[in-house]
Structures are given as C-alpha cells and as structure tokens.
C-alpha cells in the first residue's frame, strides 16, 4: 500500500484523493525536437511486460480462438451466433466492469490509494435511473453500450466471411500485423478526439453526452454508460476494418480497447494494486481532468490532439481557470 509521505509526494493539489506527478503529461511520439530514446521508451512500456494493452491483445488472439463462431457460419446471419457473440460480449464486460468494481469499491482491497477523486459513487441522486449511479451505469452500459458494440461485430464478421471487409493473415503480412497494432492507438486517439468534440458541442451535449457526464465521480461501469446515439458514434470506428487490411485478432483488439478498456479508464484509480510492490495501470489522470472540468482533454495520452487545439488541461491550477473560462463562454 502507498504511505501518507508517498501519498503527498504525487501532488501538491489539496483538490484531490491523489493525483500523479504535475503536469500530466502525453506521449513523446509527436515531440518537436524529435525525442526518438523517450518515444521508444513510450511504447515499450505502452506494451510491456503485462500492460492493459497487452492484456487486450492477448485476449484478442485468445477469444479468436476460442469464442468466435468459425466464418463459415457467419456467412449467414442467423440468430444462433448473434446471440453467442452478444453473450460473450456481455460475459467480458461484466467480468471486467463488476470484477474492478468489486476490488475497488465493493471489497475495497487496495482502499483509497490511489484514487483520484475524495468522493464516491451518487446515491439517491434523482439524475440517475432509480436515483443510483451505481444501477444507471450498468444499465446503460449492459442494454445500450453492449448490444450496440454487437451490433458493430456482427456487420463486420459478416463482412469478414463473405470477403466483404479485406482480411490478411499474419503469414503473408508479418511486418504489418504487427505494425497495426502499433498504429491503432493513434488510430482511435484521432476518432475519439474528434467524435467527443463534436459531443461537447452544447446542443449536442445537453440531449445526448450529458448522460455520460452525469458520473463526475467515475467508477468502472461509467465508461460505457452513454446514451446509444454516443454508443453508435464511439464504436463506429470498428467500421475502419471495412475498409484496412487487417486480421480479425486486430478487430477482436480495437473492440476490446473501445468497450472494455472504459472500465479500466474510468476506473477513478491510477493503479491497481496487487502486491506490494505489483502495481497494473489502469487509469489516466488526463481524462479524470475531463471528467472533473468538462471542457478540455477531449482526447487521450496516446496522442497530443488536445495539446494542438488548445483544450489541454495539464492538472495546474493555470489550467484550472482557463478552463472555467472557455466553460462560461460556451454555456451562456
């Protein structure tokens, strides 16, 4: 566990549970003078050893394998392997959603350390489905967030077993397999940037996005709470792989990263501790910032979109009041 002298160590920020070394900073890769050491060391650590994005890919390849019908079935579209593929998808999302809620709030194991925000989930709170965000987040994570992202594979499986999407192996592609999933960061840091900017425009917000937004305090199951016509546009990047060549280990690996890597983001803890010294990161300080103060850090750590817009908050109190600034000129 993180002793009170490390706890304060992260931070100086009276305003939080904990917070990481300020400013938060993103990715080398687009740095000017070009930083090729930092850059290299970026992605090494965005892969290994055991990171989330390696978790994610792993069970990619493990899910190909074994929890997707083969494509001579899906040539067809028949409720049989439908149904299987929604259960499946229902089965991950609550074995990671519930399984960090539990650790982290339930059971509290690692208690707050940590943790970004001092509160905790809303209760009583008549903005949520029966006044709980606990029961709101899942319900539309479960009914909305899970059957649309099924709604997204089933088009692509079928494009894949009818010849409809282009499809590669790894033995006549080697060196793109593997730079794809070097790529795809970069790929949904553009279309989530883009696509979440669009839903902070106020018309926009105040009938679909405010949804998510509710969840100032986040937990595991706030990530993938959104309103379905969110949902349609944050998992239409999976219809990318109509389009690039790639295996469907990459498709199963893009799904994954967008529908339940929100439960590890939103999860309000940088880290997951499981040891004394086994610490899995799981969180980012960047997008707690978005949740906290709404109108910036749109997009993620993978790459500087925010940064290049002028929408970046780095955790200072500077950024703070800039912030606070756009917010009064857009919601007048």
Not at 8 to 21: I, K
Not at 118 to 124: E, I, P, T
Not at 241 to 249: G, K, N, R, T, W
Request: proline share 5%.
């Amino acid at each position: 566990m993180v002793s009170e002298n490390e706890h304060l160590r992260a931070g100086e920020s009276r305003e939080w549970n904990w917070h990481p070394n300020l400013p938060v900073g993103v990715s080398p890769i687009f740095s000017w003078p070009p930083r090729p050491i930092a850059t290299l060391k970026w992605f090494t650590l965005y892969w290994l050893p055991i990171t989330e994005s390696m978790i994610y890919a792993l069970l990619a390849l493990a899910t190909w394998f074994f929890l997707v019908p083969t494509l001579e079935q899906m040539r067809v579209l028949e409720w049989s392997w439908v149904l299987q593929l929604w259960a499946r998808n229902i089965i991950l999302m609550t074995i990671f959603a519930q399984g960090l809620h539990l650790w982290l709030y339930g059971w509290k194991k690692q208690k707050d350390d940590f943790k970004y925000d001092r509160r905790g989930l809303a209760k009583k709170n008549r903005v949520f489905l029966w006044n709980d965000q606990y029961w709101d987040n899942v319900t539309y994570t479960l009914l909305s967030g899970v059957t649309i992202w099924t709604f997204y594979d089933v088009i692509i499986w079928l494009g894949y077993a009818n010849g409809w999407a282009p499809l590669i192996t790894f033995s006549d592609h080697p060196i793109w397999f593997l730079l794809l999933f070097m790529i795809m960061p970069a790929i949904q840091s553009f279309h989530f940037y883009w696509v979440h900017r669009a839903l902070h425009i106020p018309w926009i917000y105040k009938r679909v996005h405010s949804v998510h937004h509710r969840s100032v305090s986040i937990a595991p199951w706030s990530g993938f709470s959104m309103h379905p016509i969110e949902h349609i546009g944050y998992m239409s990047l999976l219809l990318l792989f109509f389009i690039i060549p790639a295996h469907p280990i990459h498709f199963l690996f893009m799904g994954f990263w967008l529908a339940l890597a929100t439960a590890t983001s939103h999860s309000g803890y940088e880290n997951l501790v499981l040891g004394e010294k086994a610490h899995l990161k799981i969180g980012t300080f960047h997008h707690q910032l978005h949740h906290r103060f709404f109108e910036c850090n749109y997009g993620n750590t993978e790459m500087p979109w925010d940064n290049w817009f002028g929408s970046y908050h780095d955790g200072s109190p500077e950024a703070t009041e800039r912030v606070k600034e756009i917010r009064k000129r857009m919601h007048r």
